[in-house]
């Protein structure tokens, strides 16, 4: 399967983006979607996943409350909603498809190309 992500930009702070990661190849249905970020000279990071069956989502603590990580099946898409936006939210944002739902980005079995997100202050 291939996952293209898209919607990243220059905004300021407080500002909102929604990501979407679209894919190709095969369904998604049936797989756990998982968001990943990776700041500039820092380690890739977990975001948020969400499980195949769209109820179990878990979240980084320093996203709850203001990213909502969804699915559409029927578009074969998960979506990365982002409010709130803070400086140190900049990084490029990339997602992943996989059997494991899970937290490490190495456990997943398909991953897409990012798109970057600036936050300036």
């Known amino acids: 399967v291939q996952l293209q992500a898209s919607g990243g930009g220059l905004v300021q702070t407080g500002d909102s983006l929604r990501l979407s990661c679209a894919a190709s190849?095969?369904?998604?249905?049936?797989?756990?979607l998982g968001w990943f970020r990776q700041a500039p000279g820092k380690e890739r990071e977990f975001v948020a996943v969400?499980?195949?069956?769209?109820?179990?989502?878990i979240y980084t603590d320093s996203v709850k409350g203001r990213f909502t990580i969804s699915r559409d099946n029927a578009k074969n898409t998960v979506y990365l909603q982002m409010n709130s936006l803070k400086p140190e939210d900049t990084a490029v944002y990339s997602c992943?498809?996989?059997?494991?739902?899970?937290?490490?980005?190495?456990?997943?079995?398909?991953w897409g190309q990012g798109t970057l997100v600036t936050v300036s202050s």
């Open positions: 992943a498809a996989g059997s494991s739902y899970a937290l490490v980005y190495s456990r997943y079995d398909y």
């Open positions: 190849g095969r369904t998604l249905s049936g797989l756990s």
């Open positions: 969400i499980h195949w069956n769209g109820n179990n989502i």
